[in-house]
């Protein structure tokens, strides 16, 4: 079954009923109904009481999820996480100076859009929400697909964890400085004007910025800043710090961690 719905049905698709699913693999339908649990349980398909089981198309939030799950009982997995994140942003940029797609004109102005937004923004919640759309709306003048499912889901992992986990001790208390919107509009024009280098070299300026700052509030929580208790698998008081530490170490002057 799980090769059929990911070779030949489309998302939206509707499965054969459970007596013809039955009786094409030579199986009861009660073993076809605990099958469609499992990959409704995986985000496979959808079941509803009274019709039949759809294809799901994939979600973002999904692998967000699982990404949150990691990061949140871990925080050298979230240190992981921001430099994916990261290295993706670069490459985001690069493809979007590159890109030649009839929507990257629209998700620039988009992005401009957003830059607005985040200058005017009244406190950190809104400014957030600003920057996320910039990002996003530079994924989408990148024309990759793919990269804007991943980044959703890291996205959704990364606010999940900073804003709630670890008793907001990842969490900015004050809004950036002027300096923060500036790096997002000199990326957005050497992306508008296809300049390739330079808008690599402002996101990675972009990324130190942030890692910078984000990897002082994860080591403090790393160094005992958080009770073990409250999260499952915390590292014990006390106990050596794992591997991660060494990246964090390397990012305490303002020097990105690589």
């Keep these: ?6 070779d030949e049905l489309q ?7 459970e007596a013809d699913l039955a009786a094409e693999y030579s199986v009861s339908r009660a073993t076809i109904r605990e099958a469609m649990k499992v990959l409704a349980g995986r985000g496979l398909i959808s079941l509803g009481r009274g019709r039949r089981a759809t294809v799901k ?3 973002p939030e999904l692998l967000g999820d699982h990404l949150s799950a990691m990061t949140r009982r871990d925080p050298a997995r979230l240190l992981e996480l921001m430099s994916v994140n990261d290295n993706l942003g670069v490459y985001v940029a690069e493809l979007a100076a590159n890109s030649r797609t009839a929507a990257r004109e629209a998700a620039l102005s988009m992005a401009e859009r957003a830059c607005e937004l985040m200058e005017s923004a009244p406190d950190l919640q809104r400014f957030r929400v600003a920057n996320v759309e910039f990002h996003h709306a530079l994924v989408a003048a990148s024309g990759n697909e793919m990269l804007r499912f991943v980044l959703e889901a890291m996205d959704s992992a990364l606010g999940s964890t900073v804003n709630s986990a670890y008793r907001g001790q990842l969490s900015l208390g004050e809004l950036p400085d002027s300096g923060s919107v500036a790096i ?6 050497a992306i508008r004007g296809r300049r390739v280098a330079e808008a690599r070299h402002l996101a990675l300026e972009h990324a130190r910025r942030v890692r910078s700052g984000a990897h002082q509030r994860v080591a403090t929580v790393m160094a005992g800043g958080i009770d073990p208790g409250e999260v499952t698998h915390a590292r014990p008081h006390g106990e050596p710090l794992a591997e991660g530490h060494q990246v964090v170490e390397s990012a305490q002057d ?5």
């Design 1 to 6: 079954m799980h090769e059929a719905i990911a």
């Design 11 to 17: 998302f939206d698709d509707r499965l054969p009923s």
């Design 57 to 59: 198309r994939p979600s």
């Design 184 to 189: 997002h509009r000199d990326l957005l024009e």
């Design 254 to 258: 303002g020097t990105p961690a690589q």
